[in-house]
């Protein structure tokens, strides 16, 4: 099926489909040479309001149209771009150009994490490709790694900074010492940030992404579901001063792990040693540490989202696509997720603790709050009282435990909180012991 | 040309040989259904001295032969593996192997620096692939992502720590302030650095990975012989005193950078700023930072060397060789160099520079000293007098630069060295003002 040209359909018309169009236009030469034959934008299915936007008046009009029978119907379309984003109707477009026959590309991360498996399938069934580099880490190649040149592993886990706004944010919150309301406000005003932040700061952009890239490394299906999620919004100032004074910085980590033929998935703030690489991760920058048995550890850093960086994966994308029409290969997609791996729940996982909690500044109460910690075979690593305040005779107590389990320390916190001594549990961080650089 | 199995050759018997064929055996089932039909070694080429290694006696004897033409005319042999290392005979059997039809994989960055376009046109001719992963970083994709992932980019710049063995000396000069000759001899006790070290403390080994790398990002012929090279043997510890004093850390840099159409390639001992992410790579750890004008800055990090890493990029290459045998596709090199883009002579490079020397300590003499750089059109940012030796008379001055041209610098140096005042040039280090993290 050697043809003259191959020709590429966009839908969407928002910055990232935008940026697309403009490379696909802008370095036709280029890309020809890497394909072995034009690259052609065919049409852009726009919503109305897009006409307006000014990228619409650079192209000419004939490539735009509102009407999807017209996009779907347009002969010499071979690859169809999905950049609108959101489950519906990307999903129902997605389908329809795979059951059309044509090549499916996309950054949608939430369609993916949720259908990517049945896209997959309707994919081999129609004899196509679908490619979804974009939809992880914007430009940083993540998934092709993973599909491709580590393959000859076996991977023990996932450790990502995946989120750039939580990341800004933090980042923000650790060298300014502001609150967390401020630095999101902040971040609003840069454009970092949505006027609706839940997506980012409750830690769901990043339990999609984190789906795909752990269903991929143990090729088993983990659904967003499976995979549990705190935000960065309990956060506090005095969080990060404890934080710094012992040695840690605060991110919101994506982290999955196979061990014992279970997969343990989850998102949520992490004490992460200062001196580890992922410490060292600032800004919108975003990070992927991938743990192998043959390559070790292996870091992918750079920034995660943006239409230049998505742009940049969805050509690769493309081109990838082309180049399978150009050699008359169909679906090779590697990823058959294998039959479903445990889910280990969250009760069982293991880590270490950042415990800070209010109590009463008296002798004897240390004791009784070590008592619920030992009772419930929780080990402290230190304890620590570094404030305390003598009106209302209350200390502030940071307690930082030795590995535990989630179990026994939810209910180590369940006990302190009715202990006539504790005045508040004000807040418990995970810490995760992380190596590498 | 779908067959039922994919024979494999490996020629060596070295510890990456070694470990190739190791997981082609254990890990057979896996591999084979990547693959889509079985990956099965068929034959290994060692020396005779190699056949009383442990692992030798691991696989079937059957599997053994020391004479080059029972290897090469073995039946079903689809992928060569290369794994010797060194010019030659490694790039005779790569000739041969492709020259007999067979897809070829090598970790040799000697021949795929100094022979790749000439192997890789042998490749398109007969038909079949030529696969290099292993020869730069290891277990750490590069050469797939400059390749594939990163297709849409331009690339501007490279900046690479691409050698183990130097970057734990320098780690260990900078964290211990021993001396070049002391760290040197730790690391040849830990078996980091060969008995003679010349390849990698010269830089040579990492000239033959920037050309490797220059040259895909370019698109140009990059050759060995094109890069500027330094080793680190001329690195003190005051050098490394300074540097942190100043805010610096010092790195055997690998940099190639596009700009006006020509491409500078150099490889030195660099001052980077502190901050900077590539700083931060100590120990044995490699790490790629690409700048490009979509992605932004994409880095990669992990363990550069070694038979695990290196054992994980040959059998993706492996893999992806079968691949394409299993889907009737032969040579789709990506790598077509254009024609050779002009090479910047290092007299035209631009940047900073840290210079150290020993000079009479009397008043005018820093008048004469920055008479000489101002002269030569160089701007001094900082010149510090941090010692001076009384019974000599001789003070120790250190001067930084604001950005100036190569060829002036050298002109200024061998102005100081004829000035009676100044009894030595001690060292002089460029410093590359990267960002990123």
């Given at each position: 099926m050697?043809q003259?040209s191959?020709g590429v359909?966009?839908i969407g018309l928002?910055v990232v489909?935008?940026q697309?169009?403009?490379?696909l236009?802008e370095?036709?030469?280029?890309?020809?040479?890497?394909?072995?034959?034009?690259?052609?934008?065919?049409?852009?299915?726009?919503?109305?309001?897009d006409?307006s936007r000014?990228?619409?008046r650079?192209?000419?009009?004939?490539?735009?149209t509102t009407?999807?029978d017209?996009?779907?119907?347009e002969?010499?379309?071979?690859?169809?771009?999905?950049?609108i984003?959101?489950?519906r109707?990307a999903l129902?477009?997605?389908?329809?150009?795979?059951s059309?026959?044509?090549?499916a590309?996309t950054?949608?991360?939430e369609v993916?994490?949720k259908h990517?498996?049945e896209?997959?399938a309707?994919?081999?069934?129609h004899?196509?490709?679908?490619?979804?580099?974009?939809s992880v880490g914007?430009?940083?190649p993540?998934?092709?790694?993973?599909k491709h040149?580590?393959v000859?592993?076996?991977?023990?886990g996932?450790?990502a900074?995946i989120?750039?706004?939580?990341?800004?944010?933090?980042?923000?919150?650790?060298?300014?010492?502001?609150?967390f309301a401020?630095?999101l406000?902040?971040?609003?005003e840069l454009?970092?940030?949505e006027?609706n932040?839940?997506?980012?700061v409750?830690?769901?952009d990043a339990s999609?992404?984190?789906?795909i890239?752990?269903s991929?490394?143990?090729?088993?299906?983990?659904r967003p579901q499976?995979?549990?999620r705190e935000?960065?919004s309990?956060?506090?100032s005095?969080?990060?001063?404890?934080?710094?004074d012992?040695?840690?910085?605060?991110?919101?980590l994506?982290i999955?792990?196979?061990?014992?033929g279970?997969i343990?998935?989850?998102?949520?703030p992490?004490?992460?040693p200062?001196?580890?690489?992922?410490?060292k991760?600032d800004?919108?920058y975003n990070?992927?540490q991938?743990?192998t048995d043959l390559?070790?550890?292996?870091?992918?850093?750079?920034?995660?989202?943006?239409?230049?960086p998505?742009?940049?994966a969805?050509?690769a994308d493309?081109?990838?696509?082309?180049r399978?029409i150009?050699?008359?290969?169909?679906?090779?997609?590697v990823?058959?997720?294998?039959?479903?791996?445990?889910i280990r729940?969250?009760?069982?996982i293991?880590?270490?603790y950042?415990?800070r909690?209010s109590?009463a500044?008296r002798p004897?109460?240390l004791?009784r709050?070590?008592t619920?910690f030992?009772?419930?075979?929780i080990?402290i690593?230190?304890?620590?009282?570094p404030e305390s305040?003598?009106?209302t005779?209350t200390a502030e107590l940071?307690?930082?435990?030795?590995?535990?389990?989630?179990?026994d320390?939810q209910?180590?916190l369940r006990?302190l909180d009715?202990?006539?001594v504790?005045?508040?549990?004000s807040?418990f961080?995970?810490?995760?012991?992380?190596?590498?650089?």
């Amino acid at each position: 099926m050697s043809q003259d040209s191959i020709g590429v359909g966009v839908i969407g018309l928002g910055v990232v489909a935008g940026q697309v169009a403009r490379v696909l236009t802008e370095r036709a030469g280029d890309l020809a040479e890497k394909v072995g034959c034009p690259l052609v934008l065919r049409k852009i299915k726009a919503l109305p309001a897009d006409l307006s936007r000014p990228l619409a008046r650079e192209l000419p009009a004939r490539l735009f149209t509102t009407d999807d029978d017209s996009f779907f119907n347009e002969p010499g379309i071979d690859i169809v771009v999905e950049a609108i984003g959101g489950e519906r109707p990307a999903l129902d477009y997605l389908k329809r150009a795979i059951s059309g026959g044509k090549h499916a590309v996309t950054s949608n991360k939430e369609v993916i994490a949720k259908h990517g498996l049945e896209l997959l399938a309707l994919a081999r069934e129609h004899g196509v490709g679908l490619q979804y580099e974009a939809s992880v880490g914007g430009g940083i190649p993540l998934i092709a790694p993973l599909k491709h040149d580590l393959v000859a592993n076996k991977i023990s886990g996932i450790f990502a900074i995946i989120n750039g706004t939580t990341n800004y944010i933090l980042t923000r919150m650790s060298r300014e010492g502001i609150d967390f309301a401020s630095a999101l406000k902040r971040a609003q005003e840069l454009g970092y940030a949505e006027a609706n932040p839940e997506n980012d700061v409750e830690g769901i952009d990043a339990s999609y992404k984190l789906a795909i890239l752990a269903s991929l490394a143990f090729r088993s299906r983990v659904r967003p579901q499976d995979i549990y999620r705190e935000g960065i919004s309990r956060l506090t100032s005095r969080d990060f001063r404890y934080a710094r004074d012992l040695g840690f910085s605060i991110k919101l980590l994506a982290i999955a792990k196979e061990s014992g033929g279970a997969i343990e998935a989850r998102v949520h703030p992490v004490f992460l040693p200062e001196k580890s690489f992922l410490a060292k991760v600032d800004g919108v920058y975003n990070a992927v540490q991938v743990e192998t048995d043959l390559a070790g550890k292996v870091l992918f850093m750079g920034q995660g989202a943006g239409p230049l960086p998505t742009s940049s994966a969805v050509i690769a994308d493309v081109v990838a696509s082309a180049r399978k029409i150009v050699l008359g290969i169909g679906s090779v997609s590697v990823w058959k997720a294998v039959a479903g791996k445990r889910i280990r729940p969250m009760d069982e996982i293991e880590t270490q603790y950042y415990i800070r909690m209010s109590a009463a500044d008296r002798p004897g109460v240390l004791a009784r709050i070590a008592t619920v910690f030992g009772d419930n075979e929780i080990s402290i690593a230190s304890a620590i009282q570094p404030e305390s305040d003598d009106v209302t005779q209350t200390a502030e107590l940071v307690i930082m435990t030795h590995p535990a389990r989630e179990k026994d320390v939810q209910q180590a916190l369940r006990e302190l909180d009715k202990l006539d001594v504790v005045r508040e549990i004000s807040n418990f961080i995970r810490v995760e012991e992380i190596e590498g650089g």
